[in-house]
């Protein structure tokens, strides 16, 4: 019996390791066609007043659309796997319900690198074809599900709210965050000369604010009224499109390093 459940495994395997292959592949191609075609996240310049104009705006919904079955898909295989308390109980199991479930448990995980492979590859291509790049994308993500509607930005797939929930690696949110202060820049830099100081002033006190803070996630003290209003006439949408889940994931980038070597970042 175990030697068949082997056998099934090292077959499955084999499957998987191609499909992953595939999906990684192919994301890490669009990824690199994004920053060719568009420029890299950093190079992203909002526009005068920070206000995305309705066209950029159904072009992220269709986005958020194409992308949603892989996360629903991903939210998934986290809700498979045993909370804190299931995997105590699991200890004290007998030998072959640990078996049993040690199989499905090491299934589910084998699901979840193809099935955010995939999730990239559908999020980049989809970019690619709505004509946006990452920055741009990244800069309407946070300041919608973060600024705006409020979701921490360390919502993550941890499903059982015990202590213990996982906080958000320090590198991800690091690029995110100083490729938005640089956005904000390259903002403040391209005002027209008859912009108002008011709004000069409050945009470097912006930028002032998250140099100072690693942290902090932009217009944390209030969201301009111009920007608010871009956003207001997709609420609805918007809400429905956002999975705590898979946040921790949702502007990484895949990358191959070499032959079936990737990284995300």
Do not use: C
């Not at 595939?22 to 992203?44: I, M, W, Y």
């Amino acid at each position: 019996m175990l030697l068949l459940a082997g056998v099934v495994l090292l077959s499955m395997g084999g499957m998987w390791l191609s499909r992953m292959s595939k999906e990684f592949d192919a994301s890490s191609q669009a990824s690199t066609t994004l920053d060719e075609r568009f420029g890299k996240p950093s190079q992203f310049g909002p526009s005068a007043d920070g206000a995305v104009p309705p066209d950029r705006m159904e072009a992220f919904l269709a986005v958020r659309d194409a992308t949603a079955p892989t996360r629903t898909a991903i939210a998934g295989i986290f809700a498979k796997f045993p909370t804190r308390e299931e995997a105590e109980a699991l200890e004290n199991a007998p030998f072959f319900e640990k078996i049993t479930r040690g199989f499905g448990i090491a299934r589910t995980g084998m699901e979840l690198p193809t099935t955010l492979g995939e999730f990239f590859r559908v999020r980049d291509e989809t970019l690619l074809a709505q004509e946006m790049g990452m920055g741009e994308y990244s800069y309407i993500y946070v300041l919608v599900y973060h600024t705006w509607l409020g979701h921490p930005p360390v919502d993550g797939p941890l499903r059982d709210g015990s202590e213990g929930a996982a906080p958000v690696p320090a590198g991800v949110q690091g690029r995110i965050h100083d490729n938005l202060a640089t956005m904000l820049e390259n903002q403040a830099a391209a005002l027209p000369a008859g912009a108002p100081q008011e709004w000069r002033d409050r945009l470097a006190a912006e930028i002032a604010a998250l140099k100072e803070d690693a942290t902090r996630i932009p217009w944390k003290d209030g969201l301009p009224e111009a920007i608010a209003a871009s956003f207001a006439p997709y609420r609805d949408r918007l809400e429905a499109s956002y999975v705590p889940a898979t946040n921790l994931f949702e502007l990484a980038r895949n990358r191959k390093r070499g032959a079936m070597q990737y990284t995300s970042e």
